[in-house]
């Protein structure tokens, strides 16, 4: 199994609860993402990994 990992500092947001909110609610953009959950939503920096874990899933 893989590692969890943070992915947004600014809000604390795993990885793991990244991907279950992708997948349960069927996001398709960063911007969906942090309305979900929040991440990407303060500094910014993380939305390059978000956009990659959303790519992942929706390939
Ligand atoms: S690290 Fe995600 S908004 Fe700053």
């Known amino acids: 199994m893989e590692e969890d ?3 947004c500092h ?3 947001i795993y990885k793991s609860e990244i991907v279950k909110a992708i997948k349960e609610k ?3 953009t ?3 993402v942090g ?3 929040s991440a990407g939503t303060i500094c ?3 939305q390059d990994d978000i956009q990659d ?3 992942e ?3």
């Open 10 to 12: 600014c809000n604390e």
């Open 57 to 59: 899933i929706n390939k």
């Open 26 to 28: 069927g996001l398709t």
């Open 44 to 46: 910014g920096q993380c």
């Open 53 to 55: 874990i959303l790519d």
């Open 5 to 7: 990992i943070i992915i």
């Open 35 to 37: 309305d979900e959950t």
């Open 30 to 32: 960063v911007d969906e």
